[in-house]
Nanobody, 122 residues
Framework: VQLQASGGGLVQAGGSLRLSCVVSGRTFSFNTMGWFRQNSGKDREFVAT???????VYADSVKGRFTISRDNAKNTVYLQMNSLKSEDTAVYYCAAYEEWTTGLATEDYDIWGQGTLVTVSS
C-alpha cells in the first residue's frame, strides 16, 4: 500500500492550492486519513483529518482557510488550501490508518506518503 501526495508548488500569499493524496495497492478506503506539515528543524504538525464517514477536525491555524475532503470511490483525499500565508510554507504529508482514530498526532497513523512541498511567497 502506498500514498502518493501531489499538488504542491509555489504560490503568492492569498492564493490557493489543492493537494491530492491517492491510495494505491488496496481497493477499500482507510477509515482515518490526515494531512500534516513539516518545516526543516521542526516537528511534523497536524493540519487536518477526515474519517470515512466524513467527520473532520482542523488545526486552529488553518480553520476557515483549509478544507479536507475525500472520495472513497477513488481512494483519494484532498486538501483545499485558500488564503495561504507565508507561515503555511512546508512539506505536506498525507497519512492513513485502518480504523477510526482521533487522528491528531503522528502516532495515530501507520502509513505515510512522501510529501509535497508548498511554498507561499509574501
Amino acid at each position: 500500500v502506498q500514498l502518493q501526495a501531489s499538488g504542491g508548488g509555489l504560490v503568492q500569499a492569498g492564493g490557493s492550492l489543492r493537494l491530492s493524496c491517492v491510495v494505491s495497492g488496496r481497493t477499500f478506503s482507510f477509515n482515518t486519513m490526515g494531512w500534516f506539515r513539516q518545516n526543516s528543524g521542526k516537528d511534523r504538525e497536524f493540519v487536518a483529518t477526515i474519517r470515512r464517514g466524513g467527520s473532520t477536525v482542523y488545526a486552529d491555524s488553518v480553520k476557515g482557510r483549509f478544507t479536507i475532503s475525500r472520495d472513497n470511490a477513488k481512494n483519494t483525499v484532498y486538501l483545499q488550501m485558500n488564503s495561504l500565508k507565508s507561515e503555511d510554507t512546508a512539506v505536506y504529508y498525507c497519512a492513513a490508518y485502518e480504523e477510526w482514530t482521533t487522528g491528531l498526532a503522528t502516532e495515530d497513523y501507520d502509513i505515510w506518503g512522501q510529501g509535497t512541498l508548498v511554498t507561499v511567497s509574501s
